[in-house]
């Protein structure tokens, strides 16, 4: 949006967060690790593979990851097609073509080729999605559609997971990873990624609400860090929180005697939901999208 300031917030957390071990067989890394990583071409690889002397003809000075399942994670194929196509002689490692499917590979440092077409690591993947409602913000249930579900098929068994859920009826942006230190600078309260909402509510709204949720509004069981709420009239509103507890919107209004019939989510930090995706869409997340999750707009 033009004029908008934006202003970046520092990483902090690099814990392991409860969503890695539940959801995400995924090893856990620094979001800023990945993010901070240099693009990756053949020039710097190049020069990595001079520089450092990295021995390209023999595998054994890089026991890092196999090259099956290099090859497997990046959707070049299953494990099986993998395999056969190194076998084949179609997969190059640093220029030299390797046949063994168990060769160790740097993924991060190694130049590899399929076919002749250089294979642009990523280590994680992120997706964004517009939830629609009546599908569950969970990686797999067993009665009920999941966003995973939602995804295509070759997405649906990388191990993503919804970063923070949107209740079944919310719709909106939501974005799905595999990266759990990722999902927990999102979500910490402390990180402050705002995370604006629209509803709409069975009657209007007031100022005296606004008040009150700047001041946080006072839960059964806590008190709500402020939050923004921006009258739009006729009983629509926008609501913008750092927090993500359960039915935290719905039980905010219900606080002040008022009940949300229909919530969307439009942006995380300084992202927006893409106005094209439709209901049930979702399409990969732009590295630069990604750190507009951690900036803040004033
Ligand atoms: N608050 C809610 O009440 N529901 C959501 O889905 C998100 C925030």
């Known amino acids: 949006m033009p004029g908008r300031r934006i202003k970046q917030i520092k990483g902090t957390a690099q ?12 090893r856990p890394r620094s979001a800023e690790d990945i993010e901070n990583r240099p693009e990756r071409t053949i020039v710097f690889a190049q020069e990595t593979r001079y520089n450092r002397g990295i021995k390209v003809d023999g595998c054994e000075n890089m ?4 090259l099956d399942k290099v090859l497997a994670s990046q959707n070049v194929g299953s494990r099986k097609e993998s395999g056969a196509l190194i076998r084949r ?20 440092q190694d130049v590899i080729s399929v076919q002749g077409q250089p294979l642009h690591f990523q280590r994680f993947h992120y997706i964004m999605m517009n939830k629609p409602a009546g599908v569950l913000s969970a990686a ?6 999941t966003v995973v579900d939602l995804l295509p098929p070759e ?4 191990g993503l997971f919804p970063a923070g859920r949107l209740d079944r009826d919310t719709e909106g942006l939501l974005l799905l990873m595999d990266d759990g230190d990722f999902a927990h600078r999102m979500l910490a309260p402390k990180n402050h990624v705002y995370k604006l909402y629209e509803a709409r509510l069975d009657q209007p709204a007031t100022m005296e609400d606004v008040r009150i949720f700047a001041e946080g509004v006072e839960l059964s069981d806590r008190t709500c860090l ?29 606080a002040v005697g008022k009940e949300v019939v229909y919530l969307k989510r439009l942006r995380i930090g300084a992202l927006d939901l ?21 900036c803040l707009e004033d």
């Open 226 to 254: 402020p939050a923004e709420l921006l009258l739009l009239g006729d009983q629509c509103v926008q609501v913008r929180i750092c927090e993500g507890k359960f039915h935290q919107i719905k039980r905010m209004f219900h």
């Open 274 to 294: 893409d106005p094209a995706l439709q209901p049930g869409q979702a399409r990969p997340l732009l590295p630069e999208e990604r750190e507009k999750v951690f």
């Open 15 to 26: 814990r392991r967060n409860r969503f890695s071990t539940l959801c995400c067989p995924v």
């Open 140 to 145: 797999r249930d067993f009665r009920q559609k």
């Open 63 to 66: 026991p890092k990851e196999r």
């Open 89 to 108: 002689g179609t997969v190059a490692v640093n220029g030299t073509v390797v046949r063994q499917v168990d060769c160790k590979v740097d993924p991060e």
């Open 155 to 158: 997405l649906k068994c990388r």
